[in-house]
């Protein structure tokens, strides 16, 4: 099978390239300056590499904080990947912590560099710079937000001091402001620890990169397993009580205690030193960079959270926080100053984040993204098992794709489930960055066993229902395509589930038929009048459109994802807390 993409890479063959000698000085460490620093001792040993970083940790998983906080990780050295004596002894970097850059001088090409605890300047010169600032938690403009009891979680003593308000100062009740990553994974973390959580989110939705109906499985889950979940209703002011907590005040009034609270809004890029140096910031508060990671001001580079990156869906500028991109960049970077041929060229913002028993993961644009952006897409909903259903223990997987109805280009995937997310997540993002068309989907041969799939994987079936709506098999219907419930007086709701799924969970003004008695049955089916099929997840329904339109009927749609889909999608604005 050969994918659809623009082009291919080619291997460099031959001898080593000529060893240059250079002084690079990289400004912050953890992901995307520590890979950098890496990267560039491995291409010269004869260079003079110098890794500044204000804090006390060069290399951190920071994304296995959370974990930490939870329990799950229990030892927090586990969390320390590298230290500066390990850089030091193992790659001769000349590691300086608890040391800041204050100026760049990008003429003279030197850095002002401060000692954080003593004060004391100096400066140092270099031949390439290598700039990792990364990004600051926002702390949004509203009275309160600057209180001892508002916390936040980007480092190793964020970690820390959340942990000493738990076993030290006895916390039993967390405000968590904000939805996204940080929100979600320390909901989880906190409620493992026994503490009680409650969410507050601005949006409708948690997990902006999903669609909000996708999102709402999540929303259930927040609420099935005692988080109480505040959605559509941000924080107008955060106070303080008289036995030391904090009482959130949100924008409709209503008022969520806690003894302490968990700002976790977003992350803004660190931008002043590089601006101050006069390197151009972008129009979204990124530092502007080409593929090799340069900036505007010669020899000088920037990566991680702190740079703009162009989409690879859209092609429009993009900041994107994720350690994945950043280490890669720090390679360009390493690369471009030792003369290696490389490219950073885009960003998918591939995503998974875990949910108390669910796993939430998506890659590539959103239906958000794309209406906004004025592209055209077709979507699908499918609901599978993570494998065969007749082996024990197989969950549940929603999935939604997006892909071009003109060039049939796959632009998007989310999925939710129990099982084999992270699988699938993962084929689909391949597949997206080798620039494959939806029908390719149905061609990947991929590992099967019962225990871990399907013969037809959910991945392939994605395939056959995106190719049966660009043959013209079937017309699709969507849950947002009925604003107020079902179609009104002049559609005819088709329902082909059986009697006692019917029964369980009734579509309101449908006319059932079951799918086996479609065919004897048919005579009761208008066919002057706008007809949607639906069943549980999609497939029964499809069944019955290609019946009714083998028959002659021609104003027929199938419900895309079916009952479950248009369920979950009723309950996606509700604001209220846990019920």
């Known amino acids: ?37 890496a990267r560039a001792r491995r291409l010269s040993e004869d260079s003079q590499i110098v890794l500044v970083e204000r804090g006390d940790y060069v290399s951190f998983a920071n994304c296995g904080l959370p974990y930490h906080i939870a329990g799950e990780i229990q030892e927090r050295s586990k969390l320390i990947l590298r230290t500066p004596e390990s850089l030091a002894r193992q790659l001769a970097i000349d590691v300086r912590v608890r040391t800041e850059a204050v100026s760049i001088d ?24 290598i700039l990792s600032p990364g990004a600051a938690p926002i702390r949004p403009p509203i009275p309160g937000a600057d209180l001892p009891q508002v ?58 990169p999903l669609d909000v109906e996708m999102a709402a499985y999540l929303h259930e889950e927040l609420r099935d397993d005692g988080v109480d979940l505040y959605l559509a209703d941000g924080v107008a002011a955060i106070e303080e009580t008289s036995d030391g907590g904090i009482e959130a005040v949100l924008e409709s009034g209503r008022r969520v205690s806690g003894d302490f609270a968990l700002l976790a809004v977003g992350v803004r890029p660190e931008v002043d030193l590089a601006r101050e140096a006069g390197i151009r910031i972008g129009s979204l508060g990124g530092i502007e960079v080409d593929e090799q990671m340069r900036t505007s001001a010669p020899e000088v580079y920037a990566v991680g959270d702190a740079v703009e990156v162009r989409d690879f869906v859209t092609g429009e500028t993009a900041l994107v926080p994720l350690a994945g991109p950043a280490n890669r960049q720090g390679r360009v970077a390493a690369n471009a100053v030792f003369g290696r041929a490389d490219a950073y060229k885009a960003t998918q913002g591939t995503l998974i984040v875990r949910v108390f028993s669910l796993v939430a993961a998506a890659t590539g644009a959103n239906e958000k993204c794309l209406r906004r952006r004025g592209i055209r897409y077709e979507k699908i909903y499918h609901h599978h098992g993570s494998h065969v259903g007749y082996y024990p223990g197989a969950g549940r997987l929603a999935l939604k794709i997006l892909f071009s109805p003109e060039d049939e280009r796959l632009l998007g995937a989310q999925i939710v489930g129990t099982d084999g997310v992270d699988k699938r997540i993962d084929v689909l993002s391949t597949a997206i960055r080798l620039g494959a068309s939806v ?6 041969e991929l590992a099967y066993a019962p225990p871990y799939g399907a013969a037809k994987d959910p991945v392939n079936f994605a395939g056959f229902i995106a190719s049966n709506i660009l043959d013209g098999d079937v017309e699709q ?33 449908a006319h059932v038929i079951p799918l086996p008695e479609l065919r004897s049955r048919i005579a009761e089916i208008p066919r002057d009048r706008d007809i949607v099929a639906i069943c549980d997840s999609g497939t029964r329904s499809y069944y019955a459109c290609r019946i009714l339109k083998q028959s002659g009927f021609r104003r027929v749609r199938n419900l895309s994802g079916g009952y479950r889909t248009w369920s979950i999608s009723r309950s996606c604005a509700r604001p209220e807390g846990r019920s």
Do not use: C
């Open 151 to 208: 916390l936040s979680l980007r480092t190793i003593p964020d970690m820390d001091a959340i942990n000493r308000r738990i076993d030290e100062a006895g916390a039993r009740r967390v405000v968590a402001i904000g939805g996204g990553f940080i929100g979600l994974e320390m909901a989880e973390g906190l409620r493992r620890r026994g503490l009680e959580v409650a969410l507050v989110e601005r949006l409708p939705q948690v997990l902006l």
């Open 1 to 37: 099978m050969a994918f659809m993409a623009e082009g291919r890479g080619t291997a460099t063959k031959g001898r080593e390239p000529q060893r240059m000698k250079k002084k690079l000085v990289v400004i912050g460490a953890v992901a995307g300056g520590a890979s950098a620093a």
């Open 106 to 129: 990008t003429r003279a090409k030197t850095v002002t560099l401060r000692r954080v605890d003593t004060g004391e300047e100096s400066v140092e010169s270099y031949d390439a710079l």
């Open 477 to 509: 219907a969507h849950w947002d395509d009925f604003p107020d419930g079902f179609p009104s007086a002049s559609g005819f709701l088709l329902d082909v589930r059986d009697p006692n799924e019917v029964e369980r969970e009734p579509a309101d003004g």
């Open 439 to 444: 029908r390719q989907l149905t061609e990947l």
